[in-house]
């Protein structure tokens, strides 16, 4: 399968919502790849998932031609230190082999605490906890990693995710 659009990561609960937009617009082949356990959904003709490990040399061996696109749901703060070395490597190979846009999924939480309540593109990023200080290197890498091979960069900082372990807003809309 050579892949139109390659999603990193495709553990997300973000993955199916994002396929179901996507396939909205146009039947494009969609590969998924994660390190973790695979969605429940079936493969065909259009869609294919595989659970990987990112040091694998056999993932040189896909085909990144068509791909415009690679969305990177890939979380590093869940990854052990030498799987995030070999991710960015393997990143960096799907980039090169490709002519593919990178989108990236991040937090707004990179910002820290904002005393001002809002943010706009003049604001600093001040991660003060863990978690956010990985999300704003993530950032920082991955700009590096798209500067230099001359790929273009969308960072993605939603607010609030909210997904299969959020609260019911159905129920909340109706009452």
């Known amino acids: 399968m050579k892949p139109d659009i390659l999603i990193l990561g495709s553990s997300s609960f973000l993955t199916n919502p994002i396929i179901n937009s996507i396939n909205k617009f146009k039947p494009y082949k969609i590969l998924c790849l994660t390190h973790s356990k695979l969605k429940k959904g079936s493969n065909n003709s259009n869609f294919k998932q595989l659970r990987i490990d990112y040091s694998d040399p056999n993932l040189e061996n896909i085909d990144f031609s068509n791909c415009k696109y690679i969305i990177n749901l890939v979380n590093s703060y869940l990854l052990k230190r030498i799987e995030v070395i070999y991710f960015r490597q393997f990143l960096k190979y799907a980039l090169s082999n490709s002519s ?76």
């Open 100 to 175: 593919a846009k990178l989108l990236h999924i991040s937090t707004v939480s990179v910002y820290g605490r904002c005393r001002d309540n809002f943010i706009n593109e003049e604001s600093k990023c001040i991660p003060k906890n863990k978690y956010q200080i990985v999300k704003r290197e993530e950032e920082i890498v991955l700009s590096d990693i798209t500067e230099k091979l001359n790929c273009e960069l969308f960072l993605f900082r939603p607010t609030q995710i909210i997904g299969e372990k959020s609260i019911n807003c159905q129920s909340i809309i109706k009452s």
